[in-house]
């Protein structure tokens, strides 16, 4: 039996006889079951090649733990995927969110076990970085000097601080939380900004590296100072960032000329509406400026399907078809679209918009689980040509988070359109 698996949790154990006849008879309007084998391919191949060890990189020796090693610049986290890194977080809400609609517990555990064997060998490479090692692994970790270095692996440290209510997980989600709510640059306005590559610059990036990590504080400590601060940060970056003329969300504006940048990068529009569709997942129902985060991310949901194309998917620069499909982008305005459908928040017309862009998506996994056609990460530049160059490497990192959860939601849009 294929992973289909008789969609067991999929479709909550419904009668094989029934789910049969909805797959024949609506197959127009909703996707077959075998439309979600993809997203447990993406899955699994990232847990195939997480190998939750430390190897040396001159001797290629491998390690379970760095437990009475001697402190040394050679050794380092061998897999990508168990690096301190803002797409690591997102991978690992990806995979809890996954498990959460299947029912499927390795794809929680795999979280689990992520930051496990992080907080497990912290001590290490701390060691190295006070010693002046420029970059060990966890370097982001001990940093904490912008919002990359903490607001995404916060998330997903919440979502497994769920289920493992581990003392050092909750010290750190605290600090990391005092730092945005304190210690990160801001406007005048409040508004979250960096000083790269102007003073006070504001990157449509940080909108989700603050946000959703805001929200789940909120959730976790019932205090509306973080429900307040994120949904001021959806407002003002609203504010500065969002052309009334197409809606769609420049990918910075600049403080020193109060102009933005050349840019309707896809993948910042990504970061825009999924920090804002985690926002309202959160956000009690009766919170003040709810309705508000509503009609803003629904007016960029109308935005941005009007550039889709007509195979599915969104390009590199979403005004720009000429650049080219890219992959993280339309898994996040995938996710994002179904999760509005879903919870309500714009018409279940646009559940058509979610349904041709995750089958668009399907055409880029391989048969190995890699997916293609992904921006390797992205700086700020003044010139429309860095953004048309940018490299796609196979199977980058940047688009595997939003790829399951794109999966989880089309598979709970699927459900609940039945």
């Given at each position: 039996m294929s992973r289909n698996l008789i969609v067991k949790n999929m479709f909550y154990?419904?009668?094989?006889?029934?789910?049969?006849?909805?797959?024949?008879?609506?197959?127009?309007?909703?996707?077959?079951q075998d439309k979600f084998d993809e997203v447990f391919r993406v899955a699994d191949n990232i847990i195939d090649n997480t190998s939750f060890k430390i190897i040396d990189r001159k001797t290629k020796e491998q390690y379970g733990s760095t437990k009475g090693l001697e402190a040394s610049s050679k050794l380092k986290v061998e897999s990508q995927y168990n690096d301190w890194r803002y797409e690591n977080g997102v991978m690992a809400i990806g995979m809890a969110y996954l498990s959460e609609v299947t029912g499927d517990e390795k794809y929680r555990d795999y979280a689990r076990h992520l930051y496990s064997f992080i907080f497990e060998n912290l001590d290490y490479f701390k060691k190295l970085?006070?010693?002046?090692?420029?970059?060990?692994?966890?370097?982001?970790?001990?940093?904490l000097s912008m919002l990359d270095d903490c607001g995404a692996m916060g998330a997903g440290l919440y979502e497994v601080y769920k289920f493992d209510?581990?003392?050092?997980?909750?010290?750190?989600?605290?600090?990391?939380?005092?730092?945005?709510?304190?210690?990160?640059?801001?406007?005048?306005?409040?508004?979250?900004?960096?000083?790269?590559?102007?003073?006070?610059?504001?990157?449509?990036?940080?909108?989700?590296?603050?946000v959703p990590f805001l929200a789940r504080m909120g959730k976790l400590t019932g205090e509306n100072k973080y429900f307040d601060d994120a949904v001021k940060q959806v407002k003002n970056f609203n504010q500065h960032l969002f052309n009334q003329s197409n809606g769609l969300y420049y990918h910075c504006w600049y403080s020193d000329n109060e102009q933005n940048g050349v840019a309707h990068w896809g993948r910042c529009n990504g970061w825009i509406v999924m920090a804002e569709v985690e926002l309202l997942k959160l956000l009690p129902e009766s919170f003040d400026g709810k309705q508000d985060v509503i009609n803003i991310l629904q007016?960029?949901?109308?935005?941005?399907?009007?550039?889709?194309?007509?195979?599915?998917?969104?390009?590199?620069?979403?005004?720009?078809?000429?650049?080219?499909?890219?992959?993280?982008s339309t898994a996040m305005f995938v996710y994002a679209v179904a999760s509005a459908v879903n919870n309500g928040w714009i018409d279940k017309s646009y559940a058509s918009v979610a349904k041709d862009g995750w089958e668009a998506l399907l055409k880029k996994v391989t048969d190995k689980g890699e997916l293609e056609g992904t921006c390797k990460g992205t700086g700020i530049k003044d010139n429309i040509k860095f953004y048309y160059e940018r490299p796609a490497p196979l199977n980058d990192i940047h688009g595997l988070g939003a790829f399951l959860l794109a999966g989880a939601e089309m598979i709970k849009m699927n459900d609940l359109l039945k």
């Open positions: 154990r419904r009668p094989l006889i029934s789910l049969l006849f909805f797959v024949n008879f609506f197959s127009s309007s909703l996707l077959a970085y006070d010693s002046g090692e420029k970059h060990p692994s966890f370097f982001k970790y001990f940093r209510e581990e003392k050092e997980y909750r010290e750190y989600m605290n600090r990391a939380a005092d730092y945005i709510l304190t210690g990160q640059l801001r406007l005048d306005d409040g508004t979250l900004a960096r000083d790269w590559p102007r003073q006070n610059t504001i990157w449509a990036d940080d909108l989700y590296m603050s007016n960029h949901l109308i935005g941005l399907s009007r550039f889709q194309d007509k195979d599915g998917m969104w390009h590199q620069l979403l005004n720009k078809p000429d650049s080219y499909p890219e992959s993280s």
